[in-house]
């Protein structure tokens, strides 16, 4: 068996790979609800079909994980991909130019919900699995393909479950995220860590009175303004955690895509979006995302709920955040409660964490010669010099990290972050065969005696 035999296996199934995709697309699995069971369904019929073990981890409504495996081998060197099975809802339909779940084949380009975040990473991922079953490729390990539920909502019930159950007593070396890592106008991305994510719910109790006499009552919206225009301050009462990549640090980083110094600064200051990124991706951010109060426009508001999106860099945690918050508010002079409900005329705070999930980093990466093995395979199999990077979201990667059953975790994955969550989203055919490719030489290469 030869790189190029994988190769040409790929290319003569190419139109069967991309209707795999189509089919994943427009089986709905958007979150919520979820509806995952029926896209891992379709999974398990096509890589059963080709003679590969697979299991489906059953749950709630019509939900659902599933792992499967080239072999029954865990002794040796463990490969993992992790893809998810749940989307983001698709919004309004109307705006859709293709509806998100006709996987419409247009101009090159698949569109539909999901197709960039995630199915088309699953799909290539679950396709690599098949080609080496199908190949009877000998190994020294094993390659396991999980694909998750609830990613979208933060993955406790997906990948977190997995490790914590199936995956328990198993040992990876390296996994392998499918999230999108294309970053116009730049080339792939090999993402070597994320930030963090919690979102914080904050509710304000006042008191109800007529407006025409509002010193009766406390103004549940005045005090939630008084707590967001407030919210910078909260700096000052968690502790200061430098990001572990510089900004000038993440900007080389990127240099390598350009044939010179010069060139990547000038269109690093015409690019707006990437200066923008690199700041995110070293800074602790906060921003108020929702918002809602008031019952009636003649009523003072005794209640007013919003929420906070913090972007946590690693070493933060979500407690840190919560006791920085809960201190900023005590020194706006309230009270903060264990619970939603007081007495009558009570003033008080509360809060609710939503979803919390913290950040990680592979401390280790530069030193990794598996990692320069799969940059190898990226570049020659895309003609493009890709870069490392840091993500300024959230994926399932912190899972493997922070609980330490496998450091070595990267994302890369066709489809462009910058289009995931749009309406109209879309995947370009050869990126995503390109994956398969990448996902498959890979594999084969890193697992083969």
Not at 186 to 209: M, Q, W, Y
Request: charged residues 25%; glycine residues 6%.
């Amino acid at each position: 068996m030869s790189d190029e035999q994988i190769l040409n296996e790929i290319e003569s199934n190419k139109e069967e790979y991309i209707e795999f995709l189509r089919e994943l697309i427009q089986t709905e699995s958007y979150n919520p609800p979820g509806n995952e069971k029926n896209v891992a369904q379709k999974i398990e019929k096509y890589l059963t079909n080709a003679g590969v073990k697979t299991e489906i981890f059953p749950f709630g409504e019509n939900r659902a994980n599933l792992v499967a495996t080239l072999n029954d081998n865990f002794v040796g060197k463990n490969l993992l991909y992790n893809g998810h099975l749940d989307v983001v809802p698709p919004g309004s339909e109307e705006e859709w130019k293709y509806p998100p779940l006709s996987a419409a084949f247009k101009r090159k380009k698949i569109f539909g919900r999901g197709a960039a975040d995630m199915k088309g990473g699953l799909a290539a991922m679950v396709i690599a699995l098949k080609i080496l079953r199908k190949l009877s490729i000998k190994t020294s390990g094993n390659l396991i393909v999980n694909a998750v539920a609830d990613e979208e909502l933060g993955g406790k019930l997906g990948t977190k479950w997995c490790i914590d159950n199936f995956l328990k007593s198993k040992k990876c070396d390296f996994v392998v995220v499918g999230e999108p890592t294309g970053f116009d106008p730049l080339s792939k991305a090999i993402i070597i860590g994320e930030k963090g994510r919690v979102a914080i719910k904050i509710i304000t109790n006042g008191i109800s009175c007529h407006a025409a006499v509002p010193f009766l009552g406390k103004n549940a919206i005045y005090m939630m303004s008084e707590i967001i225009q407030n919210l910078d301050k909260i700096d000052e009462f968690i502790p200061r955690i430098e990001s572990p990549l510089t900004e000038d640090e993440l900007k080389e980083l990127i240099t390598v895509v350009f044939s010179s110094k010069e060139i990547f600064e000038k269109i690093f200051n015409e690019q707006p979006l990437l200066q923008n990124v690199i700041k995110a991706n070293t800074q602790f951010t906060k921003n108020l995302t929702m918002i809602n109060g008031g019952i009636k426009s003649n009523v003072v508001p005794d209640q007013c709920e919003s929420v906070i999106d913090f972007r946590l860099l690693p070493g933060q945690t979500t407690e840190m955040i919560l006791d920085g918050l809960k201190k900023l508010i005590n020194k706006l002079g309230y009270q903060i409660k264990d619970e939603p409900t007081g007495l009558p005329k009570e003033v008080f705070v509360y809060l609710e964490i939503e979803q919390s999930g913290e950040a990680s980093y592979w401390s280790d990466w530069k030193n990794s010669q598996v990692l320069k093995d799969f940059y190898t395979i990226v570049e020659q199999t895309y003609k493009r010099t890709p870069f490392y990077f840091i993500l300024p979201g959230s994926a399932d990667a912190k899972f493997y990290r922070n609980t330490n059953f496998c450091q070595p975790t990267i994302l890369f994955g066709p489809g462009n972050g910058q289009i995931a969550h749009t309406t109209n989203e879309y995947i370009e055919a050869q990126d995503y065969i390109n994956a398969i490719k990448v996902y498959t030489l890979f594999a084969y290469n890193y697992l083969k005696n």
